[in-house]
């Protein structure tokens, strides 16, 4: 009888199952739009900026420029490295899996690699609906910034939220509604 842990010493050992191209794209999309709007606010924003915002769009909170750059440089940095990451984690504490079919993903090599594979996509794809989210806050940031009122525009405000809950909810209908983490006739 096999162990989970040697299941994944064995699954460690197997070639990385390649990530869906779409969803590269969509990843290396996402961080050209957010490195072009961290270009532009470096050229745009004036010393003080508005940086947090009241439920109507009114600032009530500032930050200087190097601030807000820093912000908006180390979040989305943190949020790309740290989610995809997670992944790895099935390979290495695989008893800690909690989804679904846990025994069946967790019996063999092939299965426990497969599903390393399948979970680092969905965190890929959590990855581009969370920057598209922090990437439309930096756009809102620096309109208001460049208002004379300072309001965050309502359409970075809730649109960026809108459209990160309906991505996550997307993401997450992929994942749990479909047959994604069904038992996969290939690896029996």
């Given at each position: ?30 961080v050209v ?53 997670t992944s ?65 525009p309502e ?34």
């Amino acid at each position: 009888m096999t162990t989970t842990n040697s299941v994944a010493d064995e699954a460690r050992g197997l070639p990385k199952e390649p990530t869906s191209p779409w969803i590269l794209i969509l990843v290396v999309a996402t961080v050209v739009a957010w490195l072009a709007v961290l270009a532009w606010q470096v050229m745009v924003l004036p010393e003080r900026v508005p940086t947090h915002f009241g439920s109507g769009g009114e600032p009530d909170g500032w930050s200087s420029k190097a601030g807000a750059l820093a912000f908006s440089s180390l979040l989305p940095l943190t949020v790309f490295v740290l989610i995809p990451l997670t992944s790895l984690l099935v390979l290495r504490a695989p008893e800690f899996i909690n989804g679904p079919r846990k025994e069946w993903w967790t019996a063999t090599a092939p299965r426990l690699r497969r599903f390393e594979r399948l979970l680092r996509e969905d965190l890929w794809l959590i990855t581009v609906v969370t920057l598209a989210l922090l990437v439309a806050m930096q756009v809102g940031i620096v309109r208001a910034a460049e208002s004379p009122d300072q309001r965050m525009p309502e359409e970075f405000l809730f649109g960026g939220m809108a459209v990160f809950g309906v991505g996550l909810v997307a993401v997450m209908v992929r994942m749990y509604a479909g047959n994604r983490y069904a038992e996969q006739p290939d690896l029996d």
